[in-house]
């Protein structure tokens, strides 16, 4: 450490947060926590990362404090069990990431220099590349980082990000939008080709229906990158409001005895629009 930087306070709060895993898991601990595993706790890791982004979307600090914390605990609750099974402890979570940490910021702890934020990428992903190739292993896609197991819009925006690194991108965002008109274009002309030729689930007409789908999709995911924006964050928000404004329908609806089911789209569209009103007050 840095000879004037002060010791982190958390370093002390840290250290009981650990032990206070290690004997949940210990004997005569929790039951609960000592029956889990790594496959176990996925369902919950991926929750409370996801929780954390909507308290950033959506909470104050004290919400995103908590969240954090939640998301912190799965990263010790995982260490601890492989602590318990003799393979690795936090510790060497900590250092592994630390090392790596110095190592791909050479413009910080080295002589290298990197201006911008493109040079710090572009930097980190030669790094990296250099790094795999010490450890012998076979040259691959720069791809290959990303996650298959990424919900599809941030596996989407994850390896074009990476490309844009090496400068395959488009050049702003003007150019990616006419991309999402030129797709539209092309999912209309499947859509009333599979119409027109009567085509059925499975059918060469439905497959390209899907294709142009998921090339629109794809387009939409890059025109968000190159706004600046988290494409699965901005999805994620439009999904919080279509809950609210659906349920102002629902409880408009209730309060006069009556079901969604129960009303006309018309009916239903004028509720909607009265929900869109109340949120511009």
Excluded at 40 to 56: D, N, Q, R
Excluded at 193 to 199: K, P, S
Aim: charged letters at 30%; a negative charge.
């Amino acid at each position: 450490m840095d000879s004037n930087q002060t010791p982190s306070p958390a370093g002390p709060a840290f250290e009981a947060f650990v032990a206070l895993i290690a004997r949940l898991r210990a004997p005569g601990g929790c039951p609960w926590d000592r029956e889990q595993t790594h496959a176990s706790l996925k369902p919950m890791t991926i929750e409370e990362a996801y929780e954390v982004l909507e308290a950033i979307d959506e909470g104050g600090d004290a919400e995103l404090a908590g969240e954090l914390g939640d998301l912190l605990l799965q990263v010790v609750f995982h260490s601890q069990i492989a602590a318990d099974e003799g393979r690795f402890t936090i510790a060497d979570v900590i250092a592994r990431v630390s090392e790596k940490m110095v190592r791909r910021h050479p413009h910080v702890f080295a002589d290298e220099t990197a201006r911008t934020s493109g040079d710090v990428l572009r930097n980190w992903e030669a790094i990296k590349e250099a790094e795999q190739a010490r450890a012998g292993k076979s040259e691959g896609s720069m791809l290959d980082s990303v996650s298959a197991g990424l919900p599809a819009a941030m596996e989407a925006y994850q390896m074009t990000t990476k490309a844009s690194r090496v400068g395959f991108d488009w050049p702003d965002a003007a150019s990616v939008l006419a991309k999402l008109d030129e797709e539209t274009a092309e999912l209309r002309q499947a859509v009333a080709a599979a119409g027109a030729t009567g085509g059925g689930a499975g059918g060469a007409a439905d497959a390209r229906v899907a294709e142009e789908l998921g090339d629109l999709l794809f387009a939409a995911v890059n025109v968000a990158r190159l706004l600046g924006h988290d494409p699965e964050s901005a999805l994620k928000a439009a999904n919080r409001k279509f809950r609210r404004r659906f349920r102002h329908i629902e409880e408009r609806l209730q309060a006069a005895g009556r079901k969604p089911a129960e009303a006309t789209l018309a009916e239903m569209d004028v509720l909607w629009e009265e929900a869109k009103a109340r949120e511009s007050l």
